[in-house]
């Protein structure tokens, strides 16, 4: 079975611009979860979607929004890129929305220029 | 305000010695709490959890402990192997909210 797959791999931007970042998870979960890495530290909690619904949102500038699709897909999007945007943006899938261990997707190496 | 703490950037262990990685936490209302592991160019693996009803937890080769009292969890490997080098992250949520991600420390297992 395929696990979370996130696409692309790897995407460099100029400041400014706008980005999609987009995210299928395994097959059967509902819940998904957006983090942040940037170099040197953990993941920091972005969003989670369950059922289509926002269920959590971390302490991010609108700038940043997610949607999720009825087959539980979901994309990141972010505005009005900053260079201290640059960072692995790492997608995790959960069978539902408060289940504890949560399955990670290889992440998007962002690079904004 | 970083939650929760690894203040060991980094560990080298001998293979088949004990590795015992740290994490302090600040937040009381942490009510269950994880181990990652991350290869480089991969996400995270969920390796082990605890809940805040108990203070120990046992899978194979790793042990999760927790000190409620003192804020503090650690993750024993035992024995470590060298495909045990890699990022280890713990990371907390309170009530199945959000997770809150430690720094990482980086484990090295020489042969």
């Known amino acids: 079975d395929a696990g979370v797959t996130q696409s692309p791999t790897h995407l460099i931007k100029t400041r400014g611009q706008h980005v999609t970042l987009r995210c299928s998870p395994i097959s059967g979960h509902k819940s998904v979860s957006w983090y942040q890495q940037v170099l040197g530290q953990g993941p920091q909690f972005i969003f989670q979607y369950y059922e289509k619904e926002e269920r959590g949102r971390g302490n991010f500038p609108d700038r940043f929004s997610a949607r999720q699709f009825p087959n539980y897909s979901s994309e990141l999007n972010v505005n009005a890129l900053l260079l201290g945007d640059s960072a692995l943006y790492l997608c995790a899938s959960t069978p539902e929305a408060l289940r504890h261990e949560q399955y990670f997707g290889p992440g998007t190496r962002l690079t904004v220029t | 305000d970083q939650q929760v703490k690894q203040n060991s950037p980094s560990l080298s262990v001998q293979e088949g010695r004990i590795s015992i990685l740290n994490c302090d936490y600040t937040n009381s209302m942490f009510d269950y709490f994880l181990w990652y592991k991350k290869y480089p160019a991969e996400g995270p693996t969920f390796l082990i959890s605890i809940s805040s009803i108990k203070d120990k937890n046992e899978d194979g080769r790793f042990t999760v402990f927790l000190n409620k009292s003192a804020k503090h969890l650690s993750l024993h490997i035992v024995p470590s192997q060298p495909g045990d080098s890699a990022v280890y992250f713990c990371?907390?949520?309170?009530?199945?909210?959000?997770?809150?991600f430690g720094t990482g420390t980086s484990l090295t297992v020489i042969p």
């Open positions: 990371a907390a949520s309170a009530y199945g909210n959000q997770f809150y």
